[in-house]
């Protein structure tokens, strides 16, 4: 008897391991909340706006004052334009926004999820990116006002978007 409860949580974590292994119809339709799914249609139109260069719809989605901040370079951002200019390299925009988790707190909503590599790009042996985006009401729209980003395995590399040694030094 005491087996059996730790075989059942053996297999559940194995499940969720699995998981984010699988494509992101299978997993968003299963025990996602609202918030979530309402943050992955924004998540993937930005990236769909990203790769078809629609102003528009990038100025909609992003903050005047939208940042991108790297983990290990935590007193470094990169603005709006030139994390916009970075996004534009080949393969910058390349990945699929997977296991997703949401807290809204009033007008903000902290979004973590992580970007899996696609294509031959994801082939290539580009590591997934854990990120942190911060996304605040606009009235009755949610705009992306800054992007907390770090490599989750493998050597350090300019993430997309980051400027490498051209961002702005944060004051304390």
Do not use: N
């Not at 706006?49 to 939208?66: K, M, N, V």
């Not at 994390?83 to 973590?112: F, K, N």
């Amino acid at each position: 008897m005491g087996l059996m409860p730790c075989g059942l949580r053996r297999r559940q974590l194995l499940a969720l391991a699995l998981a984010p292994a699988l494509p992101a119809p299978a997993w968003s339709q299963q025990h996602v909340t609202r918030a979530v799914q309402a943050f992955l249609q924004l998540e993937e139109a930005l990236l769909r706006a990203l790769r078809e260069a629609d102003t528009a719809q990038l100025d909609a989605l992003l903050g005047a004052e939208f940042e991108l901040l790297v983990q290990q370079q935590p007193s470094t951002s990169t603005p709006r334009e030139t994390w916009l200019q970075r996004m534009r390299q080949p393969g910058a925009t390349d990945y699929q926004p997977a296991d997703m988790a949401v807290r809204e707190l009033g007008a903000v909503a902290i979004v973590s999820f992580v970007l899996r590599p696609q294509g031959r790009e994801g082939r290539a042996g580009r590591p997934p990116i854990a990120v942190v985006d911060v996304w605040e009401r606009d009235g009755s729209r949610w705009v992306l006002t800054s992007r907390h980003a770090s490599a989750l395995a493998g050597p350090r590399r300019l993430l997309p978007g980051e400027a490498p040694g051209e961002g702005l030094r944060k004051q304390i």
